[in-house]
C-alpha cells in the first residue's frame, strides 16, 4: 500500500527565502507525482506535474523534483512572497489496480512572514 | 475556460440525513473523481466515474455512492450521516487520454451535528 509523508507539518520563513518541501512515498513504481497547493478551507490548485519519466518541472519560481529510486520528491520555492502562504500537498499515482486514484500526504502548512 | 464546479459550497445537516453533492467538470474532461478531507488531514479518494460507470473505489461503506450523467457531471450521494463525516468534499477531473493530471473544484464542506 503506498503511503506519502510530508515533513515537516508546518513551516515558518522570512520573506525573499529560498524553502524546499519534502514529499517522499514509499512504493518507488509511481505513474506520476503532483504537487498541490491549497489556501485555508479552498480547494487544490495544481502547481506541478512530473511523469514518472521525468526528474523536474519548472513553474515560475517553483521547481519540483523526482527521485524514484529514493522515493522522494521535493518543492523548491524561489524567493517566497507573503502570497506563497499556504499548504501544500504532494500526491503520488501508482500504476496498476490503483492507477485511477492519487494518494496524498497530509501538508505541510507554509507561514511566510513580511 | 470554467474549471470545476462543485455546489453546494457549504452546508449542515443532522445524523441520520442524506445529502447529494454536484460535480460539473472542467471542460473536455470525461473523468470525475471524489476525495474527502478531514480537517488538517490529506484528501482520501472515494471513488471515479468514467463512462457514467465506477471505475474504482476506496476505503468507503456503501453508505457514499455516486452517479455520472451523459455530460460528464456527477453527484456524490451519502446516506445515514455521521457525525464523522463532516469533512471538505472535493471533486477532480482528468482527461483519460491525456497526461493523467487531476484539477480540483473548490469543494462542499459538510457539517454533520
Known amino acids: 500500500k503506498q503511503e506519502v509523508t510530508q515533513i515537516p507539518a508546518a513551516l515558518s520563513v522570512p520573506e525573499g527565502e529560498n524553502l524546499v518541501l519534502n514529499c517522499s512515498f514509499t512504493?518507488?513504481?509511481?505513474?506520476?507525482l503532483q504537487w498541490f497547493r491549497q489556501d485555508p478551507g479552498k480547494g487544490l490548485t495544481s502547481l506541478l506535474l512530473i511523469q514518472s519519466s521525468q526528474r523536474e518541472q519548472t513553474s515560475g519560481r517553483l521547481n519540483a523534483s523526482l527521485d524514484k529510486s529514493s522515493g522522494r520528491s521535493t518543492l523548491y520555492i524561489a524567493a517566497s512572497q507573503p502570497g506563497d502562504s499556504a499548504t501544500y500537498l504532494c500526491a503520488v499515482k501508482t500504476p496498476g489496480g490503483s492507477a485511477r486514484q492519487l494518494t496524498f500526504g497530509s501538508g505541510t502548512q507554509l507561514t511566510v512572514l513580511p | 475556460d470554467a474549471g470545476v464546479t462543485q455546489s453546494p459550497t457549504h452546508l449542515i445537516k443532522t445524523r441520520g440525513q442524506q445529502v447529494t453533492l454536484r460535480c460539473s467538470p472542467k471542460s473536455g474532461h470525461d473523468t470525475v473523481s471524489w476525495y474527502q478531507q478531514a480537517l488538517g488531514q490529506g484528501p482520501q479518494f472515494i471513488f471515479q466515474?468514467?463512462?457514467?460507470?465506477?471505475?474504482q473505489r476506496g476505503n468507503f461503506p456503501d453508505r457514499f455512492s455516486g452517479h455520472q450523467f451523459p455530460n460528464y457531471s456527477s453527484e456524490l450521494n451519502v446516506n445515514a450521516l455521521l457525525l464523522g463525516d463532516s469533512a471538505l468534499y472535493l471533486c477532480a477531473s482528468s482527461d483519460t487520454g491525456a497526461t493523467g493530471e487531476l484539477f480540483f473544484g473548490e469543494g462542499s464542506r459538510l457539517t454533520v451535528l
Open positions: 512504493d518507488s513504481a509511481i505513474y506520476n
Open positions: 466515474y468514467y463512462e457514467e460507470e465506477e471505475r
